[in-house]
């Protein structure tokens, strides 16, 4: 099973939080702060042993000139930044009758030339259900 891609790849560099009036979860759209922006990063999964999710192709990801990422802003239970490295945890989203709960630590250079770390994700939707973690890379091009 291949799910939410592109979300995955976000989910990777994003950091610092903030939260609506109407939802205390903690949500964030902006880039990690040792990532570039205005840059775009390839971002590189490699499914570790024993996943059910199944490979995800690398990824596009462009940060913007104000250090947002595009989309709406990931929800999780708990964001936190130390330094270069940024912690998601179970971040929920949902696409396509797909739910996902991500779990994430990636540290950048503080160069921002790459990134690298774990994420961690939960699947399912009404017939079935996968469970993976990933080493992830990202490479500022």
């Known amino acids: 099973m291949q799910y939410l891609k592109y979300t995955l790849v976000l989910l ?7 939260s609506s009036d109407t939802d205390t979860s903690p949500q964030t759209n902006e880039a990690n702060p040792c990532a570039t922006p ?5 971002g590189h999964f490699v499914e570790q042993a024993n996943g059910s999710c199944g490979p995800i192709s690398d990824q ?18 708990a964001i936190s930044q130390e330094g ?14 797909i739910t996902c709960r991500v779990t994430t630590s990636i540290t950048f250079e503080r160069d921002g030339g790459s990134a690298s770390g774990l994420e961690t994700m939960t699947c399912s939707n009404s ?13 500022r091009q």
């Open 12 to 18: 990777g560099i994003v950091s610092c939080s903030s």
């Open 60 to 77: 596009i990801v462009n940060v913007s000139k104000n250090g947002t990422l595009p989309g709406s802003p990931v929800s999780c239970e």
């Open 38 to 42: 205005g840059a775009t990063y390839i």
């Open 84 to 97: 270069c490295t940024a912690r998601n945890t179970n971040c929920a989203m949902e696409a396509n009758g």
């Open 127 to 139: 017939s079935s259900s996968c469970t993976s973690t990933y080493a992830v890379t990202l490479f």
